[in-house]
């Protein structure tokens, strides 16, 4: 009976059931019986054998060509979705409503990278937002990028400059000596004339000539030569004018018996962390008159002594030239050109640039950090920063490098004024001009671009070397013009005409983050958001936290000495009334605390001892209330275990003591000279267990301070 069911119902032909495999047997014998079963002769041989084209083919052959359709198949996906990433990408959008004079340079560079530039403004949000004189200029942006830092114009003002420069000059003498010994009026003017007439009074010899600059003067403005601290002219605006008067460089190199400075154009792309470029060609302006050192004869002749541009394009004299290597406006590459003729080490002038460059930001990143936080609080939302410094300096005789100032809004302008008859004006295109400016702004507009921030922000890389090398290679292949779907353009570039020197050069120059450290101590304590200013409070927390109160420092004295300091700082900055310690006076009591606690000089590895058992003490702290607020219960006894086996006493403590950076024998505990009798600081007799012991204590970023 099942013998005829199954000849009954005929079984589907492999043609008719796309869903059914074939067997290998299937396919070969051209049957599709069930079961596998072989057909009955007589089928068979009614049945026409299929055309060879008509074959199925072997299992391997159809797998290999399905995996070769899928991948077609992906590519083809995948390129048409990048082609439609690339007709729909964002163009960057700039705000140069407030761009001011670099508003024509600034047209050009946008138009060149095909982004978007909104000169009146914009409603929505832009990603950059160019302003022509400070940070809040108009309405700041809670996202976007900002071509100023807050707090950058107050701190290259001749005053504040001065005194930040000077901060680094007590700690560092050697490596300050490239900013001339300046003196701060009113308030120092009786030390100005005591030391001139000392000076005086040793070498009957020395004539010397000073500079004067007002404090909020710019471009040249106010600038006169003196040669006694009795000048009548200083001393008519001693009170009115607050002003710096400066040693003359009154032996500069001279070309053609012209004096002449460097404009050079530094970008400050970032504060967190710290990144520097620079320019590598820059403007020298020439004066307009045969230089002769400074007499009473010639002190009045401003077109010999003072660069500015601004005043010597008013002399007759004046050349305006469309070649860089001739006139009175040159690039600084055709200076160096003529040097390397007459002999000079040219590359021995740019390292000593480099290393004026990266000294001179250095000593104004603390108190830019302070402005930061008060302007932009960490953890709240605001925009990021960058800006381009414009750095004057003179070469003298011997080719060393002399910082004459910082200009926080260097011009940007692309175009002079030019008399086309008797008393009509017009601007008209200056080459020397464009060609270095708009690369400038150009490029960088290339390193802050969006895409490629965004891009940096995104990738994961295991070490700090990796994504530092990481960051490189994509500046370098967008500089060598190669495809780069961050940039926003197609264009072949060519190469930066800006040098990254920091990070790049960190190892150089990480022993002058002193004064950064002691203003990350000042910040840590400020309390309230948005200040400025350290309150009596915030003083005496910082004392008791770091545990630098003791017998000889009693809390009565530590308010003594904030009220003291604090008062006079007030009244030095002209904020009589105002209370509270801002980062130079913070300065000023941690170098006191130091020369107190620790008596050898100098003063450099006093204040460094200071700030490691700070910092020390604070990490210490950090680590113990993560431990008792969210470690567990084992992790908690763990630290229990390895707690000082009796008090601390912290009086003859000496942290930077046995310090030793070369890595020769070991020097005894890190916190006082004696490696055999009792540490002061961990308060037990085995130094080097107990330093072990730390090591599982204290966070991981300060473990290779104590092995």
């Not at 077609?72 to 705000?95: C, I, L, M, P, T």
């Not at 030390?191 to 500079?211: C, G, H, L, M, Y």
């Not at 020390?616 to 431990?627: G, S, T, V």
């Amino acid at each position: 009976m099942s013998q005829q069911v199954e000849e009954s119902e005929p079984e589907p032909s492999p043609e008719l059931s796309p869903g059914r495999r074939h067997t290998g047997l299937e396919r070969w014998c051209g049957g599709g019986g069930g079961g596998g079963r072989l057909p009955a002769a007589g089928a068979q041989a009614k049945e026409k054998p299929p055309p060879p084209s008509s074959l199925p083919l072997p299992l391997a052959v159809r797998r290999a060509l399905a995996s070769l359709n899928k991948e077609a198949s992906r590519r083809s996906e995948e390129g048409s979705r990048q082609g439609r990433q690339r007709k729909s990408k964002r163009v960057v959008a700039v705000d140069s409503s407030k761009a001011k004079t670099s508003s024509e340079a600034l047209k050009i560079c946008i138009q060149q990278l095909k982004w978007k530039e909104f000169p009146t403004g914009r409603r929505l949000l832009c990603d950059i937002y160019w302003h022509g004189v400070s940070f809040h200029d108009g309405e700041v942006s809670r996202s976007g990028q900002v071509n100023k830092f807050p707090g950058m114009m107050e701190m290259v003002r001749k005053i504040n400059f001065s005194r930040a420069v000077r901060t680094m000059q007590e700690l560092f003498p050697d490596e300050y000596k490239f900013y001339p010994r300046s003196w701060i009026l009113p308030e120092e003017y009786q030390n100005f004339a005591d030391q001139v007439r000392v000076s005086k009074e040793n070498d009957s010899s020395w004539k010397p000539t000073f500079i004067v600059k007002p404090d909020g003067g710019s471009q040249g403005d106010g600038i006169y030569l003196i040669k006694d601290s009795n000048d009548v002219r200083m001393l008519a605006n001693l009170h009115s004018k607050p002003a710096v008067v400066q040693e003359y460089i009154s032996k500069p190199l001279l070309i053609d018996k012209l004096k002449f400075d460097i404009r050079l154009y530094v970008l400050l792309k970032s504060l967190y962390p710290l990144e520097i470029y620079i320019a590598k060609d820059g403007l020298s302006r020439f004066c307009t008159e045969p230089y002769q050192e400074p007499s009473s004869k010639n002190f009045h002749r401003v077109f010999m002594h003072l660069t500015n541009y601004s005043l010597n394009v008013h002399s007759g004299n004046f050349i305006h030239s469309d070649n860089v290597n001739t006139g009175s406006k040159r690039t600084f590459s055709s200076i160096l050109a003529k040097l390397s003729v007459r002999g000079y080490d040219v590359k021995k002038v740019w390292s000593d640039i480099i290393t004026l460059v990266i000294r001179a930001i250095i000593a104004l990143v603390p108190e830019l950090k302070v402005y930061h936080q008060t302007y932009i609080p960490p953890g709240k939302p605001g925009p990021t920063c960058f800006q381009i410094l414009g750095f004057d300096i003179l070469l003298m005789k011997n080719m060393k490098p002399v910082l004459l100032e910082v200009n926080a809004n260097p011009s940007m302008r692309i175009e002079h004024e030019q008399e086309v008859s008797p008393g009509v004006f017009e601007y008209v295109s200056s080459p020397v001009d464009e060609e270095i400016k708009v690369a400038i702004i150009r490029d960088t507009l290339r390193l802050v671009d969006p895409a490629l921030k965004k891009n940096n922000h995104n990738q994961s890389h295991p070490t700090e070397y990796s994504a530092e090398h990481a960051r490189e290679e994509i500046i370098e292949a967008e500089a060598q013009g190669m495809a780069d779907p961050l940039s926003g353009t197609e264009q072949n570039w060519s190469p930066l005409c800006l040098k990254q020197v920091y990070p790049k050069y960190t190892r150089q120059f990480s022993y002058l983050l002193i004064v950064e450290r002691i203003a990350l101590l000042f910040i840590r304590f400020l309390g309230i958001k948005g200040t400025m200013k350290l309150g009596p409070t915030g003083f005496r927390t910082f004392i008791r936290t770091c545990k630098l109160s003791s017998t000889n420092l009693s809390m009565a004295s530590v308010d003594i000495l904030y009220i003291d300091i604090a008062r006079r700082w007030n009244i030095i900055r002209g904020e009589r009334g105002e209370s509270g310690m801002c980062l130079q006076a913070f300065m000023e009591a941690i170098f006191h605390l130091a020369q107190r606690r620790y008596k050898s000089p100098p003063l450099r590895e006093q204040v460094e001892a200071l700030v490691n058992f700070c910092e020390y003490q604070l990490e210490a702290l950090d680590e113990k209330h993560f431990l008792y607020g969210r470690a567990t219960t084992d992790q908690r006894s763990g630290f229990a275990m390895h707690q000082p086996e009796r008090p601390r006493s912290v009086t003859a403590c000496s942290p930077a003591a046995s310090f030793n950076p070369k890595r020769r024998a070991n020097l005894g505990c890190r916190f006082c000279r004696n490696s055999h009798q009792c540490c002061s600081v961990i308060g037990l007799n085995d130094v080097r267990p107990q330093r072990v012991k730390l090591t599982q204590i204290l966070h991981p970023s300060v473990m290779w301070y104590f092995m």
